[in-house]
């Protein structure tokens, strides 16, 4: 097993999704602004969705610190990065979502199959054998 990669991702994981998150929770107007992408009618949508990163960095560096014990965290991130880069990728391959949210969506789709092999690398079957 390797304990370490495993540690090591989900600490990436949880400073990405948390910088993510402060990033768009206080300057998503500047990072619309930015990239041309039109602003939605509240802010609540942004802010949300941003706490919500946070939530999980915490739970990714939860993972992080013991990774056997917290195992059973890793399908809710897993489904965190498959919702997020289905949906873009779906809006993506029909009418078009704006180039901000795609790099993203790449990046979840990799974290996700990280997520899966960590997953099995952690099985406790596979450490018995």
């Known amino acids: 097993m390797n304990r370490s990669a495993v540690r090591w991702l989900f600490g990436v994981a ?3 999704d948390g910088l993510l ?9 500047s990072i619309f602004v930015r ?3 039109p602003p ?3 802010w609540g949508y942004i802010q949300f969705p ?4 946070i939530a999980f960095a915490l739970l990714f560096f939860q993972v992080a610190a013991a990774p056997e014990a917290n ?3 890793i399908p809710y991130g897993l489904m965190l990065k498959l919702s997020y880069s289905g949906v873009v990728v779906y809006y993506w391959l029909g009418e078009g979502v704006p180039t901000l949210w ?3 969506a ?7 199959a990280l997520f899966i092999w960590s997953y099995q690398v952690l099985s406790p079957t596979r450490r018995s054998a």
């Open 14 to 16: 949880g400073l990405y």
């Open 21 to 29: 998150g402060i990033a768009f929770l206080f300057a998503g107007q």
């Open 35 to 37: 990239f041309g992408v």
């Open 40 to 42: 939605p009618n509240h």
């Open 50 to 53: 941003s706490l919500l990163l």
């Open 71 to 73: 195992r059973n965290l």
């Open 102 to 104: 795609r790099p993203f």
């Open 106 to 112: 790449l990046i979840d789709l990799v974290f996700a």
